[in-house]
């Protein structure tokens, strides 16, 4: 496990954590800073679901080409979106939309949504079959 690998877990537990503590004691693990954008605010965001929603199933790592990835993390009833690119990491404030994660980025409504490693666009992903995609061109898979 290299250390940004272990970097992203240890921020992923304790975000983990942090969500499963009583709201009336005081965090053990203080929440690390990062940047988030507001939470999309649109006519098709539709309520979180409970735990069996199909986006839950989604949460961990996903990977794409050349050291990019996706990781999905639950906080409360919102998804922490962090989306490693080759510009370096930027992380979100997501929700559940029926069958897909909506989060703002640049002002815009962006959506995860489940697809295939062909549908993604992007020809190292092409024989994967478990793959999210945010757009053409930005999807990541797991094996």
Do not use: H
């Not at 970097?7 to 800073?33: G, K």
């Not at 098709?44 to 069996?52: E, F, G, M």
């Amino acid at each position: 496990m290299s250390k940004t690998d272990l970097r992203i877990t240890i921020i992923a537990m304790m975000v983990l954590m942090t969500a499963c503590q009583d709201r009336n004691q005081s965090p053990a693990v203080p929440s690390p800073t990062v940047p988030v954008s507001s939470p999309p605010t649109s006519p098709t965001t539709a309520p979180a679901a409970s735990a069996s929603n199909v986006t839950d199933k989604w949460l961990g790592q996903w990977n794409g080409p050349e050291g990019t990835y996706l990781l999905l993390a639950k906080s409360g009833d919102q998804y922490v979106v962090k989306i490693q690119s080759l510009d370096g990491p930027t992380t979100y404030e997501g929700v559940a939309a029926g069958d897909r994660i909506e989060f703002k980025r640049d002002g815009k409504i962006e959506s995860i949504r489940a697809g295939s490693g062909k549908e993604t666009g992007m020809k190292w992903l092409l024989e994967k079959k478990d793959c999210l995609i945010i757009k053409e061109g930005e999807g990541f898979c797991r094996e």
